[in-house]
């Protein structure tokens, strides 16, 4: 058993709501755009303001000036550390995207119960409300079973080297379950789609422009391979939460001069990926409409170079931090709602380690991230807190 019910409901009432008011803005005003990633300032601002609540704290280098900050709370050592992990970098706004929005996007602007601001949803306001949480229990001398580990990470809008890096490290190995604090609209997310991916690079043959039907144009044979790939079905059953697999081609880049018949054509293909489904499989399949284009073009050829993979992933609803987290959310109001991610989030990081994980945060992914007027609303803000601190307390 965790705190008793009553403990717990006397200490989400401690949250100070101006305070994580107060740290959400400061957040959102501090840019951290990735790339180039430049999350040192909001690092320092999490260091500071977890060692003013006598939370100790550790710095883990990344890259040249890049760092993760690591703060461990420390519990009775009568139960496993449990982790909350949020990242520090946000994605860039484009000159076109400014345009639109009707704020400015770094202002942190506060206007009918929600903070605006690149990153509000994704992903400052759970850092926030996990800041908060830990430092109401430092405050209030409050201590849970277990020690409270908080990454706020670099880089998870790229590569997420500041999760990779932590993996293996003593400053997590001991955790036993993590909770990534993206946003999720205050549900429950068990599962997740995997990502991946790559350059596929078709070749031809160069030739002078002059001459029709000079060389063999690598352009043309990449749209013949674009054409196979959006008519392709996967071979697999869809999943109840997060639906299919499926790839797109998100950037094309062919030639070398305006004058030569391009002799190289490389798609970026973005694959989604559900549990059941890997990395392996997706590459079998492209090969397999490499092999049914040399049917029709026998000199036909095309090379994948992988970039990134991040596998899909899966949680019970009956596993321990859900039912938890489930817990804490019915203490603070909140039906629990179960529900899978449709991007990915450093729990497909972590769980490399054996570290399992759910993702549960403020704010709207999909109606508010990587647009403009990105907002989070300070009810949920508040919610969030209250529920990341119960779990705090009923972690055993």
């Not at 949803?121 to 079973?145: C, H």
């Not at 609209?185 to 000079?214: P, Y």
Request: aromatic share 8%.
């Amino acid at each position: 058993m965790g705190i008793f019910d009553s403990e717990v409901s006397n200490a989400i009432n401690l949250i100070d709501i101006n305070d994580l008011i107060r740290v959400t803005k400061q957040l959102v005003q501090i840019p951290s755009i990735n790339p180039p990633g430049n999350e040192s300032k909001v690092g320092k601002y999490v260091k500071n303001y977890m060692d003013y609540n006598g939370i100790k704290t550790a710095i883990q280098k990344v890259f040249p000036g890049r760092y993760n900050v690591v703060a461990r709370l420390l519990g009775k050592g009568e139960a496993s550390p449990i982790l909350f992990s949020s990242h520090m970098d946000v994605v860039p706004v484009s000159f076109y995207e400014a345009k639109r929005w009707d704020v400015e996007p770094f202002s942190g602007t506060i206007s009918d119960g929600y903070i605006y601001g690149r990153g509000a949803a994704d992903a400052k306001g759970g850092l926030a409300a996990v800041m908060v949480a830990m430092a109401t229990l430092s405050i209030n001398k409050m201590q849970p079973k277990g020690d409270i580990i908080l990454a706020a990470t670099v880089d998870e809008e790229n590569l997420m080297a500041g999760a990779k890096k932590l993996i293996g490290t003593p400053l997590i190995a001991d955790a036993e379950r993590v909770i990534c604090c993206e946003p999720t609209n205050l549900e429950i997310q068990i599962c997740s789609k995997g990502r991946m991916w790559a350059d596929v690079t078709v070749f031809g043959q160069t030739g002078h422009a002059s001459v029709k039907g000079a060389g063999v144009n690598a352009i043309h044979r990449a749209l013949k391979l674009m054409t196979k790939m959006e008519a392709h079905s996967f071979s697999h059953q869809t999943h109840s939460c997060l639906g299919e697999s499926f790839w797109q081609t998100t950037m094309i880049q062919g030639g070398d001069a305006k004058g030569i018949i391009p002799d190289n054509c490389t798609l970026n293909v973005d694959v989604r990926l559900i549990p059941g489904h890997t990395p392996d499989d997706i590459w079998g399949e492209m090969q397999s409409i490499f092999n049914d284009i040399k049917k029709e073009i026998p000199d036909f050829h095309a090379e994948i170079r992988e970039l990134e993979r991040r596998e899909p992933w899966e949680i019970s609803r009956d596993d321990k931090l859900a039912n938890i987290l489930a817990k804490s959310c019915s203490a603070v109001g909140i039906p629990p709602i179960y529900s899978g991610y449709v991007a990915t989030a450093e729990c497909t990081i972590y769980k490399r380690s054996g570290i399992d994980g759910v993702i549960f945060g403020p704010g709207n992914l999909q109606g508010s991230a990587y647009k403009e007027n990105e907002k989070v609303s300070i009810d949920e803000l508040l919610k969030a807190s209250q529920v990341y601190l119960a779990t705090m307390l009923n972690w055993i």
